[in-house]
């Protein structure tokens, strides 16, 4: 275990650093101040070089880092990846909670150490604590276990630090080396916009942000958010009708959650509790992510009915674990019409096309699709709505447009009566038009040669019928099928 | 003179706000004044002409009746598919005897993306269709619910007013009293279709209409 204490910087004792802001023996003011004083801020890095020079397999490094910046969130509330190895959290407001910087210290080990070691990494790390998240990370990234209170302290501190450590392109270290500048002090010796104007103003930036005179950023880690919450139901419930008031609570509370993130969802888990131990599960999947009460509220309804219970309900539980970037529609200015998006009006109806599939299934909500085949049964599809077409779709091409199609089609081909030389589906049939001749492909695995004509019969039905060239494996029979109707 | 004398007072009592007229009160006031038409234009003349909304009803039920599948009732729908599909509406099949065939209809000039077709189960569909025509967002539902009674299409057609959808249903039985507000009988003929209006709320003509084959707009 490393358990060297840190080099306070200037020899100050860290607790006294931060009492001996107000220098003991100036005349306090009699009124009681109205300010609360803010805590100065401090900020701890890390620095873990064992995580990217032991690069993990696919991608589970950065499963990693969340992992541990997760857990950092137990010592801090501001928690920053400072991707690809060093950490970054604020712990000047939580200082005098965990009492003092070392009890800190002690715990970060504490933590840091059994996921170090279930990865099989070296326990190893390093750390700096002080008043900039910049000049902490640079300490950090140097390897020198540092601790300053005070911003007025950063620059000795940090005039140490030699510029090989820095985070900078080869060619600008390559720069400084041949400048005879080895250490950050070399620096501060020049005058400022010297250093600017030969080294960069990127440069100079990070300079002045380690030293707190520019502000510096930082962006907060904020883990996946999870939804679960459970209700209790006060007697156990068998009626479904009853159970809906929980049912509405649940869903008011996922709403606020939702709505306090600007987040919706997809994919909603409701579980219900029985008496005997058992669990009913139902999921509800959304076509596109919402947030809606109302939308949401009709659509746990709607599956609860289509749920047998099989026990009492005594609780419930509504669990997200998935969600999606909130967005809203645009809507056009009055008057303007706005550009066209594809299935634009196919997003009004999406919330009545989720309620049909939660009850009646998915199978049951269709769209039809066109493809450029040859082969009536293949130019028309039908798919559950909402699923990838593999091919491109493509409008029927020309050859489709003068050559009638009938508005249904048969799933399978009829065979046709035959008596005495006529053909007969109700009644006898009378030829209107024809042959047009549809073949397809030698090659392709449904190999038709069909004659195909338009009739009609004295009901008055106008049919697609085909006469079979030759005996194809679906048809062991030459002969006239019914193919599709004219409605 | 005896006759002027007579239309005058015909028309004073005509103009009479307390004279009920049947054929007329179907109408806003202001279509009679303004002569537009609340219909959805069939893309049949002459059968806009019988109808007394110049067209299908809006945010109504309308019943076809044919004796058999096939015979042409697919036809009468087309123009108004075209009609509301290329206005960016949609419009849901229910429970069809088969699945329409996409070229055919993408011939007709109806785009196919905002066909969708519903296949529930037989004791879903009534469900189905009221959860469809309550919903503002879908323009048109045709449906072939199969057996009905008149308390359902009277429940249809009220669905039908609260999500102002047009509803088209497509039966073999000719229910007497229901509540739709258009009832059409269908028959094919060599020639033509052949149409009779049994039912047309705020008209009381009968009218036999033949629309020849291929006849549309």
Redesign the interface.
């Known amino acids: 275990m490393n358990s060297k204490p840190f080099q306070s910087s200037l020899a100050l004792h860290p607790l006294r650093a931060v009492r001996t802001d107000k220098p003991r023996g100036s005349v306090r003011s009699l009124t009681p101040s109205t300010k609360a004083r803010r805590p100065t801020p401090l900020w701890y890095a890390l620095w873990l070089p064992q995580l990217s020079q032991q690069p993990a397999i696919d991608g589970s490094q950065q499963v990693r880092l969340e992992q541990i910046a997760a857990s950092l969130g137990s010592l801090s509330a501001t928690v920053s990846i400072e991707a690809p190895d060093s950490f970054l959290f604020e712990v000047g407001s939580t200082l005098r909670y965990f009492g003092g910087i070392e009890k800190i210290r002690t715990r970060l080990h504490a933590l840091l150490e059994p996921l170090l070691h279930s990865w099989t990494l070296p326990r190893h790390f390093h750390e700096a604590v002080s008043p900039t998240p910049a000049a902490s990370l640079l300490l950090a990234r140097a390897a020198c276990n540092l601790l300053v209170y005070r911003k007025d302290n950063l620059r000795a501190a940090l005039g140490r630090l030699p510029l090989h450590t820095l985070s900078l392109p080869e060619r600008k270290k390559r720069q400084f080396h041949n400048s005879g500048l080895y250490i950050l002090r070399d620096i501060w010796r020049l005058p400022s916009h010297a250093v600017a104007q030969r080294f960069g103003h990127a440069f100079t930036k990070q300079l002045e942000q380690s030293l707190g005179h520019v502000a510096n950023p930082v962006q907060a880690y904020h883990g996946a958010p999870t939804f679960c919450s459970d209700l209790e139901c006060t007697y156990a419930i068998e009626n479904k009708q009853a159970l809906l008031p929980g049912v509405e609570t649940l869903l008011e509370r996922l709403c606020l959650f939702l709505h306090k993130r600007e987040l919706a969802t997809m994919h909603l888990h409701m579980a219900l509790v029985h008496e005997q131990q058992g669990r009913t599960e139902v999921e509800i999947m959304l076509r596109q992510p919402s947030r809606s009460y109302g939308h949401l509220q009709l659509l746990l309804e709607t599956r609860l009915n289509a749920v047998a219970l099989p026990a009492p309900v005594i609780a419930m539980q509504l669990r997200v674990t998935q969600f999606a970037p909130f967005s809203s529609h645009n809507a056009t200015l009055s008057g303007v019409p706005g550009p066209q998006e594809p299935n634009a009006d196919l997003n009004d109806l999406l919330p009545l096309l989720e309620q049909l599939q939660a009850r009646l299934g998915n199978r049951a909500v269709r769209s039809i699709h066109c493809q450029d085949e040859h082969c009536p049964e293949q130019a028309g599809l039908d798919r559950p709505f909402g699923e990838r077409m593999p091919k491109v779709i493509v409008a029927p091409s020309g050859a489709h447009e003068d050559a009638e199609r009938p508005c249904w089609l048969l799933a399978k081909p009829i065979p046709l009566r035959q008596e005495a030389g006529r053909l007969f589906y109700y009644s006898s049939l009378r030829l209107l038009s024809g042959p047009e001749r549809i073949e397809t492909h030698w090659w392709s695995p449904q190999e038709i040669q069909r004659d195909y004509y338009v009739a009609r019969n004295r009901q008055g039905m106008r049919l697609w019928i085909f006469h079979e060239r030759q005996a194809s494996s679906q048809h062991q029979a030459r002969g006239w099928f019914l193919h599709g109707i004219f409605a | 003179m005896p006759t002027l004398d007579l239309n005058q007072r015909l028309r004073s009592l005509l103009d009479s706000p307390n004279l009920w007229r049947g054929s007329e009160h179907y109408l806003a006031a202001t279509t009679k004044t303004s002569g537009h038409f609340p219909g959805l234009p069939t893309g049949f003349a002459a059968l806009d002409a019988s109808l007394p909304w110049r067209g299908w009803p809006a945010n109504a039920l309308v019943e076809i009746i044919t ?9 009468l729908v ?1 123009p108004l598919l075209r009609r509301i599909s290329m206005a ?3 419009a849901l099949w229910f429970s ?12 007709a000039g109806v785009d ?10 037989a004791t ?1 569909v009534l ?2 269709i009221e ?2 025509l309550q ?1 503002k ?2 323009a048109v539902v045709l449906a072939w619910p199969g057996h009905l009674s008149g308390k359902h299409i009277r429940r249809l057609q009220l669905a039908a007013l609260t999500g102002q959808t047009l509803g088209i249903l497509f039966h073999h039985r000719n229910i007497r009293h229901s509540a739709s507000v258009l009832r059409l009988h269908a ?4 020639d033509a ?1 052949a149409l009779t209006v049994l039912k047309a709320r705020g008209s009381y003509r009968h009218d036999r209409i033949r629309l020849p084959w291929n006849c549309h707009e």
């Open positions: 004796p058999l599948w096939g015979t042409g009732e697919l036809q087309l960016g509406k949609s069809p005897p088969c699945i329409p065939y996409a070229p055919a209809l993408a011939s196919i993306a905002r066909m969708i077709i519903v296949t529930p189960p879903e469900w189905g959860k469809a919903d967002a879908c028959q094919a003929e060599e279709m």
